[in-house]
T-cell receptor, first 107, second 113 residues
Framework: GQSLEQPSEVTAVEGAIVQINCTYQ??????LSWYQQHDGGAPTFLSY????GLEETGRFSSFLSRSDSYGYLLLQELQMKDSASYFC????????FGTGTRLQVFP | DTEVTQTPKHLVMGMTNKKSLKCEQH?????MYWYKQKAKKPPELMFV???????INESVPSRFSPECPNSSLLNLHLHALQPEDSALYLC????????????FGQGTRLTVV
């Protein structure tokens, strides 16, 4: 089976940096994805790590350590609009989502 | 065109009704997915189609019946649903079944009465 664990909730203030962790157990692994979902909306793809290391996409960065079965999403210069749920996800043959982290950004 | 389009956006159906959810993408993606999402929970995988063939069925009850008429379309046929099946149903597509990125439609919010 596959399982992905994330903290249930994270809070931060505008302009701050926040890290959302994901630990996974999977029988096969190609890479770790991250998705954002606003209330009432659909998940939106943010980033994908197939190899160890850091991937940067604007204010968002994602990190993967395959040996530790661990990854994180780093959000910098937080804005109010970043308040949403964030999910890590793994493949390969099916996209399985983590438990999700609700991020609340305060002014 | 980078959209996945789902119709209808909202659906209310009785337990004896038959209805269908539709999903369309024109990105040339070869993998398409159906997910079910309950409030405050992660999306839960139901079915995966790869190259128009059903490749994964996550032990979904037979009252849910998927169909992939062509590479751009994905349907989910619903029959004799239960109130606990009320949820947001999401369709997604990706370039291939082992790709890291998937694009989601806005979902169909289903209420079974």
């Amino acid at each position: 089976g596959q399982s992905l664990e994330q903290p249930s909730e994270v809070t931060a203030v505008e302009g701050a940096i926040v890290q959302i962790n994901c630990t996974y157990q999977t029988s096969g692994f190609y890479g770790l994805s991250w998705y954002q979902q606003h209330d009432g909306g659909a998940p939106t793809f943010l980033s994908y790590n197939a190899l160890d290391g850091l991937e940067e996409t604007g204010r968002f960065s994602s990190f993967l350590s395959r040996s530790d079965s661990y990854g994180y999403l780093l959000l910098q210069e937080l804005q109010m609009k970043d308040s949403a749920s964030y999910f890590c996800a793994v493949g390969p043959d099916k996209l399985i989502f983590g438990t999700g982290t609700r991020l609340q950004v305060f002014p | 065109d980078t959209e996945v389009t789902q119709t209808p956006k909202h659906l209310v159906m009785g337990m004896t009704n038959k209805k269908s959810l539709k999903c369309e993408q024109h990105m040339g993606h070869r993998a398409m997915y159906w997910y079910k999402q309950k409030a405050k929970k992660p999306p839960e995988l139901m079915f995966v189609y790869s190259y128009e063939k059903l490749s994964i069925n996550e032990s979904v009850p037979s009252r849910f019946s998927p169909e992939c008429p062509n590479s751009s379309l994905l349907n989910l046929h619903l029959h004799a649903l239960q109130p606990e099946d009320s949820a947001l149903y999401l369709c997604a597509s990706s370039p291939g079944q082992r790709e890291g990125s998937a694009f989601f439609g806005q979902g169909t919010r289903l209420t079974v009465v």
